[in-house]
């Protein structure tokens, strides 16, 4: 097999220089695929086999690491920068035979390959993941803040570039911008799973965060583009001004890795210092403000995206390894530090019993499938609204985030032209939406006012709850976790929603129904308009039968 490999390797095969090492490194273009152990063949000299195998050591590691600090609520990035760094040069990337096994210098081109196609995906779903609707409406003091936490580290990494002159090869101000975004930027993808697995997404300090965030990062890729841009200006090709810039910064020793980690930890207590500063004067409470500064030093892929263009294995590692650091102690503190404030009190609930008779009755009715619509419109006709009884209704549907890093409210105009629907959700909300306004045009009295709400099941009754209390809701109406089944008993239909109503029923700042439809759902409108009847009520006394009464 190694003679095979030889031959291979005499002829013209293609060949590249490791950017690293400086290298020439020949590979044998035509041994992809082995033709089997059986045959006498060795699958690590062949590209795909070997391939695969690299695969799937990383998918293992990458998987062990998430299943071990799951306990410990860290987000994935930090299992996937500590598997980078078990396969690298700091641990298993010392022994020779395991690099020279399992990662040779012939493999790395086709691995490189595909962790760009990665990285081009990971990207893109930032893009995605940012609603840069946020930015219009971000205020003073988000942008402020934003400005705040980039400015003082980046000052601090690009004001450490004069220590390394007549070490550097290229444009100064390259080097510069290089170093600032580095210490500066902060993890937009990265803090929103943190915000969502600690439930602070919807509250006003992870709007401050995520706002301020997506500004830090917009500006952090503009930067690095440009950093970018300058130096391809003045080099012929992509891979070696990249080296040339970034190796500027290279270790020769315990004294370079000790002096870098020192600017590192500065930049860091720069980024909390200037986000913390900010925040006071903005009369945010110590703690809150703290809190807010902890989250802005989020690292992640961004900074090891910006590192690894430098080809610098020693300094990818040992700054992951910062990034795990940093980013690692972020929610064990925030635990520990910042509980939520209970936003709403109880014994100032908003009720239809206190409401006047000629003041407009407003509702706040949850939808989660068409299957709730019918039930509720039926309701609400039979609750015969009139000019001098308005009732204002507030048609929220709820929908699970999937695919996204930030919570989404939107608000729909019930007269305005539609483009036809594209995707399920929207679709959905299409036929809640025109049942509504069907509603509205034949019932007097009734205004509907129909939203969205997209958002994870641990946090949805926020949204609910938050709205109520924005839009001085009286009355909440929630449908069951229950649905009538076709042989006429109960079943549920999504757990979550459970957990979902009981939130609400403690945190609500107005009274709560759930509406359970045992066939009033089946109804028509003409039928229900023209049925009447009698109603019983169960009266124990106590203020919720009081309520229910009224």
């Not at 020192?262 to 913390?276: D, N, R």
Request: with cysteine; glycine share 6%.
């Amino acid at each position: 097999m190694a003679d095979a490999l030889q031959n291979a390797m005499q002829k013209d095969e293609p060949k590249f220089t490791d950017p690293i090492r400086g290298e020439m490194v020949c590979f044998a273009s035509s041994m992809i695929s082995t033709n089997g152990v059986w045959q006498g063949d060795d699958p690590f000299e062949y590209s795909l086999p070997l391939f695969i195998l690299q695969l799937m050591l990383i998918v293992l590691i990458t998987r062990i690491l998430i299943f071990l600090l799951k306990p410990l609520r860290q987000p994935k990035v930090i299992s996937e920068i500590l598997g980078g760094v078990i396969l690298g040069p700091l641990i298993l990337g010392r022994s020779a035979n395991f690099s020279a096994t399992i990662f040779p210098l012939r493999s790395i081109m086709v691995l490189e390959t595909l962790a760009n196609v990665g990285l081009f995906f990971f990207l893109f779903l930032v893009g995605v993941e940012m609603d840069l609707g946020m930015i219009r409406k971000t205020s003073q003091k988000v942008m402020v803040i934003a400005i705040a936490c980039m400015s003082l580290p980046f000052l601090i990494g690009s004001s450490t570039t004069f220590l390394f002159n007549g070490q550097t090869q290229v444009n100064h101000l390259c080097f510069v911008v290089f170093m600032g975004v580095a210490h500066s930027v902060t993890a937009f993808p990265v803090l929103a799973r943190i915000l969502a697995e600690l439930k602070l997404l919807n509250t006003e300090i992870g709007k401050i965060a995520m706002s301020a965030a997506m500004m830090n990062d917009i500006c952090a890729w503009i930067l690095l583009a440009l950093a970018v841009a300058l130096v391809e200006s003045n080099s012929s090709t992509t891979l070696a001004s990249f080296y040339v810039i970034f190796s500027s910064i290279g270790v020769n020793g315990k004294g370079d890795y000790g002096f870098f980690i020192a600017i590192i930890v500065l930049a860091f207590v720069g980024k909390v210092a200037g986000t913390l500063l900010i925040a006071l004067y903005y009369k945010m409470p110590f703690r809150e403000a703290f809190v807010l500064a902890l989250l802005m030093n989020t690292k992640g892929l961004t900074e090891m995206v910006v590192l690894n263009v430098g080809k610098n294995q020693k300094l990818f590692a040992t700054m992951g390894v910062v990034a795990v650091l940093v980013t690692g102690m972020i929610t064990p503190i925030v635990v520990a530090i910042f509980k939520p404030a209970q936003g709403f009190i109880t014994h100032k609930r908003r009720t239809i019993q206190r409401s006047t008779r000629s003041a407009e009755l407003r509702v706040l009715t949850c939808i989660h499938t068409t299957r709730n619509v019918p039930s509720v419109i039926n309701l609400l006709e039979i609750s015969n609204p009139t000019k001098k009884f308005h009732i204002a209704v507030y048609v929220l549907q709820l929908v699970e985030l999937t695919g996204r890093a930030s919570a989404m409210l939107i608000v729909h105009n019930t007269h305005r032209v539609r483009k036809p629907a594209i995707y399920k959700t929207q679709v959905q909300s299409e036929q809640i939406i025109n049942s509504f306004k069907n509603l509205q045009q034949h019932v007097t009295g009734l205004s509907i006012h129909p939203l969205t709400s997209i958002t994870p099941y641990s946090t949805m009754h926020e949204d609910i709850c938050n709205l109520a209390e924005d839009e001085r809701v009286t009355f909440i109406i929630l449908p069951f976790h229950k649905q009538q089944a076709v042989h006429g008993g109960m079943e549920a239909t999504n757990p979550v929603l459970r957990n979902i109503n009981q939130n609400v029923l403690a945190n609500a700042p107005c009274s709560v129904g759930i509406l359970i439809d045992r066939g009033l759902g089946g109804l028509t409108r003409v039928a229900v308009s023209q049925i009447s009847g009698n109603i019983a009520v169960l009266f124990f006394g106590g203020p919720d039968d009081r309520e229910a009464l009224s």
